[in-house]
């Protein structure tokens, strides 16, 4: 007898598949386990009251009101829709390769089409906007040093937040050479350059704070692990200063990916090669890094000026329920 139990295909395939086969993060399990999340929650706001979620009942049909439930009671973006409609299609691939009789079933959920997006480059920070907010850190205070530190190795070097508080000490080369060793996605480590200020802002602070070669870099004020919440409530603390002082550099919604969106932005506009800019990000393909290329207008200002400079005069008039539950409860354990 075939099982038919939504909660029994969900953890096998977060168990066997997404951890036992492909090994993901622990940042990208928490993605998918969320997609699940809001599905349950759509399906019980939608007044689904069965006891038992059978797999059927999440049919081609129930998918497509969950995306507009998404977009509409959640304000979701193309984008975001997007993403958990890849996540219930891996999910369905995987049913479908493991349960055969239900390749109908699963077939009509992996031919949903996905919503058309704006490509554009991600919102980013000006150079002057991050060296304003750099410098509004008082560098003479214990916590002033931690926070400078934290958010200098951020920006100068582009890592993901994650990879930034599993950082430790060790991993950190001074003096010749300086650079940091990041364990980044598809557990790749890869080796970034940082520049000689910021070798010197993070000696400082190590010492300070007696970092030991197996601690992490950064910790909490309890000793534990900072998070990617921490990270981000520091950051928001320097980057809302800007909005008195510096209000047309001011961002809303500063987050720790928004540096390194600022980095990958300012050294495309400086004209460092695309393919080193992959390889500092740690993009698996050149594809994801041209993101910061698409209708970049400083690129485009630049491209314009080096064709004009060769054909124009100079002037300066020229300007231009119980499984239910037990379900719920196993993906808010998992990680």
């Not at 981000?232 to 809302?240: E, M, N, S, V, W």
Request: proline share 3%; charged share 30%.
């Amino acid at each position: 007898m075939m099982n038919n139990s939504l909660s029994f295909y969900t953890q096998r395939y977060f168990l066997s598949y997404m951890v036992g086969q492909r090994n993901y993060g622990k940042n990208t399990l928490s993605s998918y386990r969320d997609t699940f999340r809001l599905l349950l929650i759509y399906m019980k706001d939608s007044g689904y009251r069965k006891t038992k979620v059978a797999l059927l009942d999440v049919d081609r049909e129930c998918v497509l009101a969950f995306m507009k439930w998404l977009e509409i009671k959640r304000g979701n973006s193309p984008a975001t829709r997007n993403v958990r409609l890849a996540h219930l299609k891996s999910f369905f691939g995987y049913v479908m390769e493991s349960a055969p009789e239900y390749a109908f079933h699963c077939e009509r959920i992996l031919k949903i089409d996905v919503a058309n997006t704006e490509k554009r480059p991600p919102v980013y920070m000006t150079e002057d906007a991050v060296e304003h907010m750099l410098h509004s850190i008082e560098r003479d205070d214990k916590d002033g040093v931690r926070h400078l530190a934290l958010l200098t190795l951020l920006y100068d070097s582009g890592c993901r937040v994650q990879e930034l508080i599993d950082l430790k000490v060790s991993d950190i080369q001074f003096d010749k050479g300086r650079r940091i060793y990041v364990h980044g996605k598809g557990d790749k480590y890869r080796e970034i350059m940082i520049l000689p200020e910021t070798e010197k802002i993070l000696r400082k602070y190590i010492k300070l704070y007696k970092r030991d070669n197996d601690d992490f870099v950064f910790e909490n004020r309890s000793g534990k692990q900072l998070t990617r919440q921490g990270v981000r409530y520091i950051l928001r603390k320097y980057a809302d200063q800007l909005k008195d002082k510096h209000p047309s550099e001011y961002e809303p919604n500063a987050h720790p990916h928004l540096l390194r969106h600022s980095k990958a932005t300012h050294l495309i506009n400086s004209g460092v090669n695309i393919f080193n800019i992959r390889d500092i990000l740690g993009h698996v393909s050149v594809e994801t890094t041209q993101i910061y290329l698409t209708s970049n207008p400083e690129v485009t200002r630049r491209a314009v000026e080096h064709a004009a400079s060769k054909t124009i005069p100079d002037s300066t008039d020229f300007y231009t329920a119980d499984e239910k539950e037990d379900l719920m409860n196993f993906l808010d354990t998992f990680i």
